[in-house]
């Protein structure tokens, strides 16, 4: 499902241009485009190159609008994974290069950033590839009015949770699960109480076990694995970046946690972080890949 989305409240620092979008006065269209081409979500932006070529490749001839031709510049920025960075460097695009249009997709930490610097500045800005959820509520958007610059497309986490659970009811399970979910706008928005996992998966009959947020970059999940065993969990889910999830997996393994169905969103959904796991990437699953974990285990 693809959403279309804007709201009005802006979270941390912002630069105010005091003047209207629309830099460029020449025949010359400047679009800004920010991802995590470095850093922890570096898998996310790993096709950048490729699929910039082609489109630049596609536009070589600029577009025509109205009888007039314009050319088409395409600048792009590395957020490096860090909200700061994806702030400073929309700033750049901004202000320096003065561009008509900003484009950004990865996690929140890129995505919010950027939006939140693109509505400040009154430039037009679209974003993908973060559930709704986090991108709308991690920016304190409200129902009753939406951002003026700023739109967002892709799924829901109500997409998700219900590809998860299609995948859960393929399995036998006592239906506890346990959540993995850290201190950060991913995590926050997939454990909320109102809009996120736990009111759907205790609405269609599964017990959940949370021990609450962790810190991103955790060295010991020992208390986590302790209360799923203690409770026990035969399913894990939750939304973490590859290296927690990386300790977490392999600190399961030497405490003698073996969950039948593991689920879980961002660590597993590219190539690279599955590759990097080996065998004991066999058998998790995610939203979207999930087959493929199962065939780099095997090839």
């Not at 395409?74 to 320096?96: C, G, H, M, P, W």
């Not at 300790?247 to 597993?268: D, H, I, R, S, Y």
Request: proline share 5%; aromatic share 10%.
């Amino acid at each position: 499902m693809i959403r279309l989305l804007g709201a009005t409240a802006i979270t941390g620092p912002v630069i105010s241009r005091g003047t209207t979008a629309g830099a460029a006065s020449s025949k010359v269209i400047k679009i800004g485009y920010v991802s995590s081409q470095t850093g922890v979500s570096a898998p996310a932006a790993q096709a950048d190159p490729f699929i910039l070529d082609q489109i630049r490749a596609g536009l070589a001839n600029g577009i025509t609008n109205g009888g007039v031709n314009y050319e088409v510049q395409i600048i792009s920025k590395d957020s490096q994974s860090n909200t700061n960075r994806a702030s400073a460097v929309a700033t750049e695009l901004i202000f320096k290069n003065k561009v008509d249009l900003l484009v950004t997709s990865d996690a929140p930490d890129t995505t919010n950033a950027v939006a939140d610097q693109a509505e400040a500045n009154e430039v037009p800005c679209i974003t993908c590839m973060t559930p709704w959820q986090p991108y709308f509520f991690g920016r304190h958007g409200t129902a009753d009015k939406g951002f003026t610059w700023t739109y967002h497309f892709f799924w829901g986490l109500e997409d998700i949770i219900a590809a998860y659970l299609a995948l859960w009811e393929s399995v036998e399970t006592n239906k506890v699960v346990g959540n993995l979910f850290p201190n950060d706008m991913d995590g926050n928005s997939w454990a909320d109480a109102k809009s996120g996992f736990p009111p759907a998966l205790q609405e269609a009959g599964y017990k959940l076990i949370d021990t609450g947020r962790f810190q991103p970059f955790s060295d010991d999940f020992g208390s986590q694995i302790s209360a799923f065993k203690s409770g026990g969990v035969e399913i894990v889910t939750g939304a973490i970046i590859t290296p927690d999830f990386t300790t977490f997996w392999n600190q399961a393994a030497q405490q003698g946690f073996k969950p039948k169905v593991v689920t879980v969103g961002k660590a597993l959904i590219f190539p690279a972080s599955i590759a990097a796991l080996g065998r004991r990437a066999d058998g998790l699953s995610t939203e979207i890949r999930g087959r493929q974990a199962i065939h780099l285990d095997r090839d």
